[in-house]
């Protein structure tokens, strides 16, 4: 079982950067691809970024070049640091957990968390 409670949201001016983070509990955080995703008002869940054991990562492409995903194996955390954000990124983000490495499909993640609201202003 993985327990997943992700922080960093909040409100923030177009241009400007946000870091999320997503702590894990449980065993064996290093063999599990962790995804983002977000869902935005009146929209259905998106995939954002995930990545794997071996670091290999994989964006959808709206957020190519202004979205990072990391992760702390040692902190049992992954993080998404939000660069250039515009309004259209303002949704609840989750954290998600799964076995399987790949991080092209958005399908089979096991583990979710509540959510961190993310709030860009134009």
């Known amino acids: 079982q993985v327990q997943l409670v992700e922080s960093g949201g909040g409100l923030v001016q177009a241009g400007g950067s946000l870091r999320l983070s997503c702590a894990a509990s449980g065993r064996a955080f290093g063999t599990y691809t962790m995804g983002w995703f977000r869902r935005a008002p009146g929209k259905e869940r998106e995939f954002v970024a995930a990545i794997n054991w071996s670091t290999t990562t994989y964006y959808v492409d709206s957020v190519k070049g202004r979205f990072t995903i990391s992760r702390d194996n040692a902190r049992n955390t992954v993080y998404l640091q939000m660069n250039s954000l515009k309004p259209e990124d303002t949704a609840v983000y989750y954290c998600?957990?799964?076995?399987?490495?790949?991080?092209?499909?958005?399908?089979?993640?096991?583990?979710w968390g509540q959510g961190t609201q993310v709030t860009v202003s134009s």
């Open positions: 998600a957990a799964k076995i399987k490495p790949d991080v092209r499909s958005a399908t089979e993640y096991n583990y």
